[in-house]
């Protein structure tokens, strides 16, 4: 078997997917302080958040059809362009002091809708570029490009604010356009599988198919439910604050530690691909994910929440790379981009319903009770999706071949 990094293709993709992610994490952070600068309002920071949102959720039948109909390296290209260009105007405001709360809604609107259509034709493209007995290492070590930028990104768009939001857009900006001069060049044969009539039947083909697919719909949801009742660091603040008894440094620490749990998981995964037992493993890894959930309710102490948090973080990271490595095997590659885009429109909704559903619960029961709630529900979900997808639970490999 060639090593990952040994395939050109994969290397230049693995660090276009770094610099995007970069100058989209320091980009967050230059647009969530600027935004709370000019109202001062945390309801403003959640309509930020909405505005990127919403265009996702919207577009959701459209990009993946767009995904398969045409060019995937040409559409990340293009699309991370568009993100540049918004970033652009972002910078143009400052450096011209017209910035306004308004601008950075319209932008925020703007990279959502950008993203809407990068994110499905950036995961339908990377089965074209390399072989399948790679697909599974080649999820981690992307997996671990990701954890690194949520990690390092925000600190350094937070050093570079210091300097300025202009310098902090305009270093964003460019790290955009590297991605994008590195996508350009990547190799990739392209040619249109299908040219079938546009009509709501082959809109909603990537929903059909997973509902079909009792593998891609058990792991699928199985994670989705997992995040939905899991949301217990959407209450990170009030924790650090009312249980631990810390300051800032120490909610800086519970941030970093499910995003450190994840990056040594991925980069374990990397190294040592799972090869048996994924159906038990992932279910396990979901287990795992509830008991951290219920350790970091009921601990009192920093080090011992930090421990739970990165247990709940490398548990997380089992679970995505055997859904996102099953989810690009089982799907035939004329429909990758519809199902990816479906795929990501799921999990990205319970991200944002699993805070909600922790902060109503925290509401109506206490903050403690809340998390505790979320981990108890994740460990059932895990039993009874065990007797819903039996399929899923006997799955052997990440290899499609040889999963008899």
């Known amino acids: 078997m060639q090593p990952l990094f040994q395939n ?20 967050s952070v230059g647009i969530g302080w600027q935004m709370y600068d000019l109202t001062n309002s945390p309801m403003a920071l959640g309509l930020v958040g909405l505005c990127q949102f919403l265009p996702q959720l919207l577009l959701t039948l459209v990009v993946g059809h767009v995904a398969d109909r045409y060019n ?30 308004n601008m950075i809604y319209t932008c925020a609107v ?31 070590a992307i997996a671990s490009a990701r954890e690194i930028s949520v990690i390092a990104g925000p600190a350094l768009g937070g050093l570079i604010y210091l ?12 790290c955009f356009l590297i991605s994008c001069v590195i996508m350009f060049f990547l190799s990739y044969n392209f040619s249109v599988k299908s040219k079938s009539p546009i009509n709501m039947g082959h809109l909603l083909g990537g929903l059909t198919f997973i509902r079909g697919n009792k593998v891609i719909l058990g ?16 209450l990170l603040p009030i924790v650090a604050k009312d249980i631990l008894h810390t300051g800032p440094w120490g909610l800086g620490l519970l941030r970093c530690a499910p995003a450190l749990g994840a990056l040594l998981m991925s980069i374990y995964l990397a190294r040592h ?14 287990a795992i994910f509830g008991v951290a959930t219920i350790l970091f309710g009921l601990s009192d ?5 930090m421990f739970a948090l990165i247990l ?18 089982e799907t035939p590659d004329e429909m990758r981009g519809r199902v990816s885009a479906a795929n990501s429109v799921f999990i990205g909704s319970s991200n944002q319903l699993g805070e909600f559903e922790s902060g109503v619960t925290a509401a109506w029961f206490g903050v403690i009770p809340a998390i505790v709630i979320g981990g108890v529900g994740t460990i059932a979900i895990v039993g009874v999706w065990m007797c819903l997808f039996p399929d899923l639970l006997k799955t052997k490999t990440l290899d499609k071949e040889n999963d008899e």
């Open 301 to 305: 102490s920093l080090i011992l929440s």
């Open 72 to 101: 995937r390296r040409l559409i990340c290209v293009c699309t991370r362009l568009a993100m540049a260009m918004t970033v652009g105007i972002l910078a143009y405001g400052n450096i011209t002091s017209t910035i306004s709360a």
């Open 312 to 329: 709940l973080g490398s548990s997380d990271m089992i679970s995505v790379v055997i859904r996102s490595t099953l989810v690009q095997l």
């Open 163 to 174: 300097l300025g939001p202009s310098t902090l857009y305009l270093s964003s900006l460019s």
């Open 8 to 27: 050109p293709n994969f290397v230049h993709y693995w660090i276009g997917q770094i610099a995007s992610s970069f100058a989209f994490q320091m980009l």
């Open 110 to 140: 703007f990279l959502g809708t950008a993203r809407a259509f990068e994110m499905p034709a950036n995961q339908a493209i990377l089965p074209n570029l390399i072989p399948s007995e790679l697909l599974s290492r080649a999820m981690s």
């Open 219 to 234: 792991s699928v949801s199985l994670d989705m439910f997992a995040v939905l009742l899991g949301g217990a660091t959407a």
């Open 273 to 286: 691909p799972l090869t048996h037992s994924v159906g038990k493993i992932m279910f396990a890894a979901v």
